[in-house]
């Protein structure tokens, strides 16, 4: 299950494009997508907070020379977290690698897509915003401390809503004034009015079959499009803990920057699927009071000249080597400053609260899931199988800069040698605050503020690969978000407080 993958994307899986070999592979593709009258291509690239951004281009302007030198389709400073409006025009690259066939707009005349490398114009160079070229950037750096390579697996947790109702109507008013609230529509959920067919109480969803789970055939639908039509090798798809359509997709696990691109493919589709059956797919963390929120467990291992530098035989607990001690110590110190990254939203901090199988605290251990560090230990003996998995993130997350930030935090730790502290092989929720206290054992922020404040104080581990401007963006942008969600009044505070 987590052997080394050779993908095979025929055509599409060649190196970005620099010299005449590369310009001429591309030039082939072009050829066939005419030859099959493809008629319209997608640019993509993401934000600074992930979101997928897209320019719609003629297959006919587009040249071999598009792939080395860009597209100049880019206003910098309409884009979040990008360029002043002095300073905007900019290049988009496109990777012939990330080919993909856009299956539901055939009234197009043929759509296909490509991921792009954002540049800045006139010099070409990459942008240092661009979180495409911050995970290149990572890869490097990793490259040069002696880690060719480093695999990487999110696990992507979402919802599938039949709908989201804004309630009360307020007569027409629906803005952030009127105090409303949402309610939330899909058979399986329990509270659902009307005659219930199959309702999956809470925190009981997870593996359930039909007729329970209902999405079973809409999952099926998103693993096939992403199979077929974005060639991205799938493991396996299920009904995770949560009621009201709570799903999971496993892609194969990659590099890093193709599986970044591999998990935004991953959201667009599952978006897209959704909306096509008259659905909503939603990948806010935390949507349902009272049961799981969505997580994206990544997994994640360093390889040195085709050997897994995470495994050792002869560790008697884990198989883990001391180069994967370390990265742990790295990332278990960076763990409060990582959630600005990793959980980048406000509701991000409505998951990380105990009972609901998010971590809280931070900890490594073996097979732990209260532990934020887990090492994973289905099987013994597979050297290809070792690795780590970061329990943190979720779904919001931008997973250019979270891959970037988590491996950066921790070869930070194998550089200074970080011995993490014991591993923690009990119920990390059920032990009394002095037994934490006791064992070490620090809590993760508990908001966007907290998080952010822990991100400002410790974040020179970054900045091998994250500039300066960058980070300074990205922190005055979330500021914004968690001062925004402080102004207004919460619909609980008045079911507190109403009578104070």
């Known amino acids: 299950m987590y052997s080394i993958p050779v993908p095979t994307l025929g055509a599409a899986s060649l190196t970005p494009s620099k010299g005449p070999a590369e310009r001429a592979d591309a030039q082939k593709i072009l050829d066939e997508l005419r030859t099959e009258g493809i008629r319209w291509v997608e640019l993509f690239y993401t934000d600074v907070l992930g979101g997928f951004n897209q320019v719609d281009v003629p297959l006919h302007t587009l040249d071999a020379e ?30 012939a690698r990330t080919l993909a066939r856009i299956p539901w707009t055939p009234e197009a005349g043929g759509t296909v897509r490509f991921i792009c490398d954002v540049r800045i114009g006139g010099t070409k160079e990459g942008y240092a915003h661009d979180p495409r070229f911050v995970a290149r950037k990572t890869e490097e750096v990793l490259a040069g401390a002696g880690y060719d390579k480093s695999y990487w697996g999110p696990e992507v947790e979402f919802f599938v809503f039949d709908s989201v109702e804004l309630v009360p109507s307020m007569q027409g008013v629906r803005d952030a004034w009127s105090g409303s609230g949402y309610l939330i529509n899909h058979g399986e959920a329990p509270w ?53 359509g709570q799903g999971e997709l496993n892609v194969r696990f990659d590099e890093l920057v193709p599986t970044a691109d591999h998990i935004q493919d991953v959201r667009y589709v599952i978006k897209n699927v959704a909306r096509r059956h008259g659905k909503i797919a939603v990948l806010m963390p935390k949507p349902v ?42 990332l278990l110190e960076h763990a409060r400053s990582l959630c600005a990254i990793t959980n980048p939203i406000t509701n991000s901090y409505r998951r990380l609260v105990p009972g609901y199988e998010a971590p809280v605290f931070i900890a490594w251990s ?23 998995e970061y329990r943190t993130p979720d779904s919001a997350a931008n997973i ?41 054992i620090r809590e993760l922020p508990g908001s966007l503020g907290e998080a952010l404040d822990c991100f400002e104080s410790d974040c020179e581990f ?20 968690q001062l925004q969600l402080n102004l207004r009044p919460h619909p609980y505070e008045f079911y507190a407080y109403l009578d104070v």
């Not at 467990?297 to 390889?303: E, F, G, I, K, V």
């Not at 097979?367 to 780590?388: C, L, M």
């Not at 070869?411 to 009394?432: C, F, H, N, R, S």
Request: aromatic share 8%; net charge neutral; proline share 5%.
């Open 462 to 481: 970054l900045k091998p690969a994250f500039a300066s401007s960058l980070l300074e963006t990205y922190t005055e942008i979330k500021r914004n978000e």
């Open 192 to 244: 659902q009015t009307g005659a219930l067919q199959s309702p999956i109480r809470f925190k009981e969803g997870y593996h359930r079959s039909s007729p329970h789970d209902t999405d079973i055939a809409l999952r099926a639908e998103m693993a096939n499009t992403l199979a077929d039509d974005f060639h991205i090798v799938m493991d396996a798809h299920h009904h995770e803990v949560s009621t009201a």
């Open 289 to 330: 009071y009272g049961d799981n929120g969505i997580g994206m467990h990544t997994n994640q291992s360093l390889w040195q000249k085709d050997t897994n530098a995470f495994y050792d035989a002869n560790d008697a607990y884990a198989e883990v080597s001391q180069t994967c001690r370390y990265y742990v110590g790295g």
């Open 66 to 95: 598009s792939f080395a030198s860009g597209v100049p389709k880019l206003d910098g400073s309409s884009v979040r977290g990008f360029r002043q409006i002095y300073d905007s025009d900019m290049l988009l690259v496109p990777d």
């Open 400 to 440: 250019y800069l979270t891959e970037a930030a988590l491996a950066l935090a921790g070869l930070d730790g194998i550089k200074k040698k970080m011995e993490p502290p014991a591993p923690v092989d009990q119920d990390i929720y059920k032990l009394a605050p002095a037994k934490r206290r006791e064992l070490g």
């Open 366 to 388: 073996r097979g732990n899931r209260s532990a934020n560090v887990r090492i994973p230990a289905y099987q013994r003996g597979h050297p290809e199988a070792k690795r780590i």
